[in-house]
């Protein structure tokens, strides 16, 4: 049964049912027809083709790709493919093979060791900008007297590595994953930050200090662009965003140790020769991460969709085995990676990416939203906490040791309240997660802000902190990890370096005018003005988040094309009925209907009669063949 659009919004465009041709090319008009035309209703590409084109198909593929092979296995993939459901139907799968497939869906954390591994080794990259924003914290309040310079003048030097990351580095992104792909680019970068650190120690004067952190800029920006598409590129699923989420969890993680770092490393007293080693300390310490992923990386798989973008299949193949399960599986995601990279193929006009980013309607769309959760990431207020935590405390009543102390406990509370959206934000979704936050973090800013007009220090003392913890508490399940995870999968394969590069530059700029203008922002409104309107952007992001922002939870990268090519404004109207639905069911406590915007049509039968049983006794012949 296919289920139609919601009945109180007319579709501006159809989706419709592809019909391929005995040539694989046909694989790339269905799947350029589906992205062209797609509006809320989703359909697979593959979805209703007669199994018998479906199997020239994929032998037409096979033997254009070197593939032949493995082309049982490829049968089996892209009847799998077709349909999300239809394998408990198909005779040609074993027990086993179908047992898996089952399980995708029943217990979706029973993934390869390889694919955890991976995840977590190159998310360890994050820990080297979460532990340098958290160590250049307490470091400004120790080496701005040894250089003879002023507080604010400390802060603007500190901020070249924004300034490197936004304007220069984070655009070196595609270059670098274009000629050296996902895994040696993570590899270079972080053999930079970990250098750059060590230099950072070593600087005896501010403007060499400058010139250190604006080099960590170059291992900082690409390696903050690379890490989630690579991860986002080999994950399943069903449990992309905790996966890709894991790039904050390990910042936040960063952020936690370097404040750890700060603390124990302020005792430490200077040596013979060495005059400011506790500050040196702390800024060398955040490389070592850097090092670490160094020394594991190229072990890693590569990402499959970057081998494929270079007619890479067969190697594509052997690194989707080592991420999944089965065979089935990886040769089911090789054929629909395969269908949609062709897609976007069609999709290019021929034209400067960049400029493709925004003149075509659905890569704008990705554009925009992307632009809207960085920008977010930022005017929400939290990297003014991290990096200005120490002060704020010190102007509030605390003492040196005491502020940092403080500072430690928002970076573990940072840290471990991203642990519920590992499981949160494939569940609920992102953009639910930021529509739920956004509101909070507004009234926490505010409880912040408000408590320096205390004329008790106590009192002072207590709501700043009450203040500075519960954000951290609802920023670190909502804007923490969701904007570079959305960002990650947004983008189609063909410009996704690009895309990101867009999304990365645009939070590390914001980050920059963060980083100077917070001096000069809370001298000219008192920390109660400056808190508030970081308050009053909180409540600006809500409104464009529910206009702007689609969902993407739960849809392969291949099927996030159709979601983006929703008109904005179809998106737009279906945000603002979503504010009645809302105070129905949250203020009045009814049990209105939900809206479903993005809808996948049902499955009916993927075989014509007599198919399954006559592709089963081909494929046991073509095993029977490869034996």
């Not at 105070?583 to 009916?604: A, R």
């Given at each position: 049964m296919s289920m139609s659009p919601p009945s109180n919004e007319k579709s501006d465009a159809t989706v419709e049912h592809p019909h391929h041709a005995h040539h694989h090319k046909s694989n790339m008009d269905a799947g350029t027809r589906a992205i062209a035309n797609a509006n809320a209703k989703l359909s697979n590409p593959l979805h209703g083709i007669p199994h018998d084109r479906l199997m020239a198909d994929v032998e037409i593929f096979a033997q254009e790709r070197g593939l032949t092979h493995l082309l049982s296995e490829l049968k089996k993939g892209a009847l799998v493919a077709q349909g999300s459901t239809c394998h408990n139907r198909l005779d040609i799968l074993s027990d086993g093979e179908k047992r898996i497939l089952t399980e995708e869906v029943t217990h979706k954390w029973r993934q390869t060791p390889t694919l955890y591994y991976m995840v977590l080794m190159s998310s360890l990259a994050a820990a080297v900008q979460g532990m340098d924003e958290a160590v250049i914290n307490g470091a400004q309040i120790i080496y701005p007297t040894q250089f003879g310079i002023g507080d604010s003048n400390s802060k603007f030097r500190s901020s070249s590595l924004h300034r490197c990351c936004a304007i220069i580095s984070c655009?070196?992104?595609?270059?670098?994953?274009?000629?050296?792909?996902?895994?040696?680019?993570?590899?270079?970068?972080?053999?930079?930050?970990?250098?750059?650190?060590?230099?950072?120690?070593?600087?005896?004067?501010?403007?060499?200090?400058?010139?250190?952190?604006?080099?960590?800029?170059?291992?900082?920006?690409?390696?903050?662009?690379?890490?989630?598409?690579?991860?986002?590129?080999?994950?399943?699923?069903?449990?992309?965003?905790?996966?890709?989420?894991?790039?904050?969890?390990?910042?936040?993680?960063?952020?936690?140790?370097?404040?750890?770092?700060?603390?124990?490393?302020?005792?430490?007293?200077?040596?013979?020769?060495?005059?400011?080693?506790?500050?040196?300390?702390?800024?060398?310490?955040?490389?070592?991460?850097?090092?670490?992923?160094?020394?594991?990386?190229?072990f890693a798989p590569e990402s499959p969709r970057w081998l494929i973008s270079k007619g890479r299949y067969e190697d594509a193949f052997n690194e989707l085995c080592r991420l999944r399960i089965s065979r089935v599986q990886a040769a089911r995601d090789l054929y629909y990676i395969h269908v949609f990279l062709e897609a976007e193929n069609e999709m290019k006009k021929g034209r400067n990416r960049v400029v493709e980013m925004f003149t075509i309607p659905r890569n704008r769309h990705a554009a925009v939203a992307s632009w809207i959760v960085m920008f977010g990431q930022q005017f929400c207020g939290v990297n003014v906490i991290a990096y200005y935590s120490s002060n704020i405390f010190l102007a509030s009543g605390f003492t040196q040791v005491?502020?940092?102390?403080?500072?430690?406990?928002?970076?573990?509370?940072?840290?471990?309240?991203?642990?519920?959206?590992?499981?949160?934000?494939?569940?609920?979704?992102?953009?639910?997660?930021?529509?739920?936050?956004?509101?909070?973090?507004?009234?926490?800013?505010?409880?912040?802000?408000?408590?320096?007009?205390?004329?008790?220090?106590?009192?002072?003392?207590?709501?700043?902190?009450?203040?500075?913890?519960?954000?951290?508490?609802?920023?670190?399940?909502?804007?923490?990890?969701?904007?570079?995870?959305?960002?990650?999968?947004?983008?189609?394969?063909?410009?996704?370096?690009?895309?990101?590069?867009?999304?990365?530059?645009?939070?590390?700029?914001?980050?920059?005018?963060?980083?100077?203008?917070?001096?000069?922002?809370?001298?000219?409104?008192?920390?109660?003005?400056?808190?508030?309107?970081?308050?009053?952007?909180?409540?600006?992001?809500?409104?464009?988040?529910?206009?702007?922002?689609?969902?993407?939870?739960?849809?392969?990268?291949?099927?996030?094309?159709?979601?983006?090519?929703?008109p904005l404004?179809?998106?737009?109207?279906?945000?603002?009925?979503?504010?009645?639905?809302?105070?129905?069911?949250?203020?009045?406590?009814?049990?209105?209907?939900?809206?479903?915007?993005?809808?996948?049509?049902?499955?009916?039968?993927?075989?014509?009669?007599?198919?399954?049983?006559?592709?089963?006794?081909e494929v046991e012949d073509l095993e029977k063949a490869n034996v």
């Open positions: 655009w070196m992104t595609h270059p670098l994953n274009h000629y050296l792909g996902r895994k040696k680019t993570i590899f270079i970068t972080c053999m930079i930050s970990f250098l750059t650190c060590i230099w950072s120690g070593l600087t005896n004067t501010w403007w060499h200090l400058f010139i250190a952190r604006f080099f960590l800029g170059f291992g900082i920006g690409p390696k903050s662009a690379t890490v989630p598409v690579y991860t986002a590129e080999c994950s399943p699923a069903p449990i992309r965003g905790a996966l890709v989420m894991m790039w904050q969890m390990w910042t936040a993680f960063g952020i936690a140790l370097g404040d750890l770092v700060d603390l124990t490393f302020y005792f430490i007293p200077d040596t013979l020769g060495v005059t400011g080693l506790n500050w040196r300390l702390m800024l060398s310490s955040a490389g070592f991460p850097g090092l670490i992923v160094c020394l594991q990386v190229l005491s502020a940092l102390a403080s500072s430690l406990v928002f970076g573990a509370l940072n840290w471990l309240f991203t642990f519920p959206a590992v499981f949160a934000i494939d569940t609920y979704g992102r953009r639910n997660l930021l529509l739920l936050t956004f509101p909070c973090m507004a009234i926490c800013l505010l409880i912040t802000g408000f408590s320096f007009w205390s004329t008790s220090e106590t009192g002072r003392v207590a709501g700043v902190s009450i203040g500075i913890y519960l954000f951290a508490i609802f920023y670190s399940p909502g804007e923490g990890p969701v904007p570079f995870t959305y960002s990650a999968e947004a983008f189609p394969l063909y410009i996704r370096d690009v895309g990101m590069s867009f999304a990365t530059a645009t939070t590390w700029f914001w980050n920059f005018v963060l980083s100077i203008t917070w001096p000069s922002l809370i001298l000219a409104f008192k920390p109660q003005g400056a808190f508030g309107w970081y308050a009053a952007w909180c409540c600006i992001m809500w409104m464009l988040i529910l206009l702007f922002v689609r969902e993407t939870k739960g849809k392969t990268l291949e099927e996030l094309d159709q979601v983006f090519a929703v404004g179809t998106h737009a109207a279906y945000g603002l009925r979503q504010i009645p639905y809302g105070f129905k069911k949250f203020v009045l406590f009814q049990n209105p209907v939900p809206e479903q915007l993005y809808q996948l049509e049902s499955e009916s039968e993927v075989l014509s009669a007599g198919g399954d049983e006559k592709v089963r006794r």
